[in-house]
């Protein structure tokens, strides 16, 4: 099935530091999406990749894409004990659209 | 900025008992959809409506259905709930204008569900 694999599972770094983790899929995408999710509640959209485009930025997030590998990353710059969550990508394949497992990630302050 | 509500943010029901989960979004919304979120599993689709009165499959649909009588409005119906459905549901929108994967979707708060 088409999904989003998503690594590490989890991760826990210091207020301040880089956070990136990485979303693979087995077959062709249209784009790529991924959310963040705060404890217990809904999700909330973060950025969009299209199939054509390898890299994309909004504030301190950078999102980039390799259709030959197959993956994407989603990079935290300058992390704050805010960023705590667990990131989820979403591919869009034809009509299919499939949430990887997601990564939970703990920022320290 | 949009909003998507859903009805109950904790619901403890008995096993065989009928279940309603309600959702509504005020942005006139094409697309609605039910997951259930569940640990090491991620989100999964259960139900997804692109305009009243139509709805299509998820991935899991076994045990449940839906309703979507008024645009804003999309209902989950546990017909009879078992053990196995305590989880995590979540109820999405978006504007149905784009390209099916090409829209964000704005999601609700979400229910935790546990059946006894």
């Known amino acids: 099935s088409q999904q989003g694999e998503e690594d590490p599972q989890a991760l826990s770094i210091q207020e301040g530091e880089n956070a990136t983790m990485n979303c693979s899929y087995k077959?062709?995408?249209?784009?790529l999406q991924w959310y963040r999710q705060n404890s217990g509640r809904g999700l909330v959209h973060l950025i969009l990749?299209?199939?054509?485009?390898r890299e994309k930025h909004s504030g301190r997030l950078r999102v980039t894409l390799d259709t030959s590998k197959k993956s994407s990353s989603l990079l935290i710059t300058a992390s704050r004990a805010a960023d705590t969550a667990s990131y989820f990508c979403?591919?869009?394949?034809?009509?299919?659209?499939?949430f990887g497992g997601g990564t939970r990630v703990l920022v320290k302050p | 900025d949009v909003k998507v509500t859903q009805s109950s943010r904790y619901l403890v029901k008995r096993t065989g008992e009928k279940v309603f989960l309600e959702c509504v979004q005020d942005?006139?919304?094409?697309?609605m959809f039910w997951y259930r979120q569940d640990p090491g599993l991620g989100l999964r689709l259960i139900y997804f409506?692109?305009?009243?009165?139509?709805?299509e499959k998820g991935d899991i649909p076994e045990g449940y259905s839906v309703s979507r009588e008024k645009k804003e409005r999309f209902s989950l119906i546990l017909e009879s709930a078992s053990t196995n459905q305590t989880s995590m549901y979540l109820c999405?929108?978006?504007?149905?204008?784009?390209?099916?994967?090409?829209?964000?979707?704005?999601f609700g708060s979400g229910t935790q569900l546990s059946v006894l």
């Open positions: 999405a929108s978006s504007t149905g204008q784009g390209k099916r994967g090409s829209e964000k979707l704005f």
């Open positions: 077959t062709s995408i249209n784009n």
């Open positions: 990749i299209r199939s054509n485009e």
């Open positions: 979403l591919k869009a394949a034809g009509n299919k659209l499939t």
């Open positions: 942005m006139d919304h094409e697309n």
């Open positions: 409506s692109y305009d009243v009165k139509m709805k």
